[in-house]
């Protein structure tokens, strides 16, 4: 049939095909499969405030937010012919 070297040269193939074919898909996997952009830089993420005076504006910036938006809401409520949470007299 084969003989010995027959035998030695499917036993290379048979180690080196797994081992050649690791090698062409591991080797460049940062440029492959990169996503461009895909973390935000640290300019675009949250900071959180550990200055007294950061934490403060930081907290008057949210109240004025909750505030226009609660306005923005009864607006939209009054708009629609409805009364506001004050005014309807239910007590729960």
């Not at 300019?43 to 200055?51: H, L």
């Not at 109240?63 to 809401?73: A, I, N, P, Y």
């Given at each position: 049939m084969g003989g010995p070297n027959l035998e030695v040269f499917k036993f290379g193939m048979y180690i080196m095909f797994p081992i050649a074919i690791m090698y062409y898909y591991g080797k460049n996997l940062d440029n492959r499969f990169s996503v461009p952009d895909f973390w935000p830089?640290?300019?675009?993420?949250?900071?959180?405030?550990?200055?007294?005076?950061?934490?403060?504006?930081?907290?008057?910036?949210?109240?004025?937010?909750?505030?226009?938006?609660?306005?923005?809401?009864?607006?939209?409520?009054?708009?629609l012919g409805r009364r506001s949470e004050g005014e309807n007299g239910s007590g729960s």
């Open positions: 830089k640290p300019e675009q993420t949250n900071r959180i405030p550990f200055e007294k005076e950061e934490i403060h504006s930081e907290l008057e910036r949210l109240r004025q937010r909750r505030l226009f938006l609660r306005e923005k809401r009864l607006e939209k409520d009054r708009a």
